[in-house]
């Protein structure tokens, strides 16, 4: 066994050079856990290839050492999909260093970039050829396009542009047998049978390792307005949101509900002033023009102040600059991370239809409060996509670790209500390790099992990325 895996760790040197395979505890370290904090587990190395052909060489040579692999990028999912599982060989591979713009065409509002580039480098190109790749995450200096489109990534302009998998026209994947699909057309019309380059979008690594994508482009924002809305209750904010998408079409872009405790954490970790004091509910609206010369603002300003006439709103700021707009931005991109300063908290990611969001969070907290007294509920989330982030802590003064033993239960009645309003377990973070159990229990059988022949068709040696998903 030891003469096996030291063979593997010569093969994998001779492919990517020693400077890219680690295997010294304090160099594999950072890439076998996961940013919350919840997984742990030892890969027997981390490989970095440079190139596709490297990314096909090395998992030809872990397939016959009969060793998976788990493939990572910027290593900021929130489930643990990045992080190896305990009880079986693996290596981490890490894309970070394919990190090339390989294309843009300014004409067919593509670019086609490699797999390690980060979210940031590609928005930032894609600006700089003066066009726009609309994906925004608070994650996106470290996450990577092919993260983004393993975890289908949402963020906060997917009322508009819809997810990653909506900004997808062609891949390259490295299979679990090494051969390379080649995908990297610029299409937005392709009739050809299977749209195979969807099955590996949201698969987690589970199906092969994606090396490249082309990516959609859209025409630059001219002008673009940010304000923060302050609402008696959440049916207000789903009035606000029909009202705004009917005053402002489709150049809103952007609707961020935010309690007033999860705002009141992100003013902790810095801190930061109080845009609107004492209101229970905080939308912050994102809108976007790109045609020159709308008076976008003015626009804005309106619809708020005919929203506050109505009685949906009770006041509304508008940005005045950039810097007030960064601000806003800032109070909502925190979040997460406060709260994790904070300490740890019982997260859930899903997704209702907007019209059941009320009711939703009416039943869950009666029975969340019922069940644990005292429970402070964190929520916020990308309400434009009918998506919350709902999240649970530990009674003002109690020990947050201890409460998140309750977490089965509180799944439990989160997840009950979730599905008896038709909606989904995970809206944007995915499965990983942390949701198999959920994913077997919300999926009818029918779906697991066609996401299980899927992946044996693909991945019959179970190699790519196992214990994740259906693995
Ligand atoms: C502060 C913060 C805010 C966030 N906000 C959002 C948000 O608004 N919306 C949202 O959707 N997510 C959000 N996330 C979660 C996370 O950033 C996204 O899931 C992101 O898409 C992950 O990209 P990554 O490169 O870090 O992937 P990783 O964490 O490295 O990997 C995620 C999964 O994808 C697989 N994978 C990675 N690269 C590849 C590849 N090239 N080929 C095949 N499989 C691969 C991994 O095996 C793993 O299963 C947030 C995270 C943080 C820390």
Redesign the pocket.
């Known amino acids: 066994m030891a003469d096996s895996r030291a063979t593997l760790i010569a093969s994998l040197t001779s492919i990517a050079g020693s400077a890219n395979v680690l295997t010294a505890a304090a160099d594999v370290e950072p890439f076998v856990n996961d940013?919350r904090g919840r997984y742990r587990a030892a890969a027997l190395a981390v490989v970095r290839p440079k190139t596709v052909d490297e990314v096909a060489a090395v998992m030809r040579a872990c397939a016959a050492a009969g060793v998976a692999i788990?493939?990572?990028?910027?290593?900021?999912?929130?489930c643990g999909?990045?992080t190896p599982i305990d009880g079986r060989d693996q290596v981490v591979v890490a894309?970070t260093r394919m990190d090339a713009v390989r294309a843009i065409d300014v004409a067919n509002a593509t670019i086609t970039v490699e797999?390690?580039v980060t979210l940031a480098a590609t928005q930032a190109a894609a600006a700089k050829a003066g066009l726009r790749f609309p994906l925004s995450?608070?994650?996106e200096g470290?996450?990577?396009i092919?993260?983004?489109?393993?975890?289908n990534?949402?963020?906060?302009a997917v009322l508009r542009y819809g997810n990653?998998r909506d900004l997808v026209l062609g891949l390259e994947v490295v299979l679990a047998d090494g051969e390379v699909l080649h995908g990297l057309r610029g299409l937005r019309k392709d009739n050809t049978g299977y749209d195979w380059k969807q099955w590996?979008v949201g698969?987690?690594?589970t199906l092969?390792?994606?090396?490249a994508a082309v990516l959609k482009l859209f025409p630059a924002a001219q002008a673009s307005a940010t304000a923060i809305a302050g609402l008696p209750s959440v049916a207000a904010a789903v009035a606000l949101l029909g009202h705004l998408r009917r005053e402002l079409g489709d150049r809103l872009e952007g609707f961020e509900l935010i309690s007033a405790l999860a705002l009141a954490i992100s003013r902790k970790h810095p801190p930061a002033p109080d845009p609107l004091p004492g209101m229970p509910w905080y939308v912050l609206v994102q809108a976007a023009d790109s045609s020159a010369g709308g008076a976008l603002g003015a626009r804005v300003e309106d619809a708020l102040a005919s929203a506050v006439e109505r009685e949906i709103a009770v006041d509304a700021t508008i940005a005045q600059s950039l810097a007030q707009a960064d601000a806003m931005w800032a109070l909502r991109?925190n979040i997460?991370?406060a709260q994790r300063r904070e300490g740890p908290n019982i997260k859930h990611d899903i997704s209702l239809p907007v019209s059941s969001i009320p009711e939703f969070l009416r039943n869950a907290e009666g029975a969340l409060a019922a069940a644990f007294p005292g429970v402070r509920f964190v929520v916020f989330g990308?309400l434009g996509d009918g998506n919350l982030h709902y999240n649970l802590a530990a009674p003002e003064g109690g020990d947050a670790a201890s409460f998140m033993h309750n977490a089965p239960l509180a799944n439990r009645i989160v997840h009950d209500l979730v599905a008896s309003l038709g909606g989904s377990i995970s809206a944007?973070?995915?499965i990983?390790q942390l949701k198999r159990g959920e994913l077997a229990r919300y999926k009818s059988p029918v779906e697991i099992a066609i996401m299980r022949k899927l992946k044996h068709a693909l991945d019959p040696a179970g190699l790519m990325?196992p214990g994740?998903v259906v693995g």
Do not use: R
């Open positions: 940013w788990v493939t990572q990028g910027g290593n900021t999912g929130m999909g990045a894309l797999a390690g995450l608070a994650s470290s996450c990577t092919g993260g983004n489109l393993s975890t990534a949402g963020g906060t990653a590996f698969a987690e690594g092969g390792i994606i090396t991109e997460s991370e990308h944007e973070h995915g990983g990325n994740k």
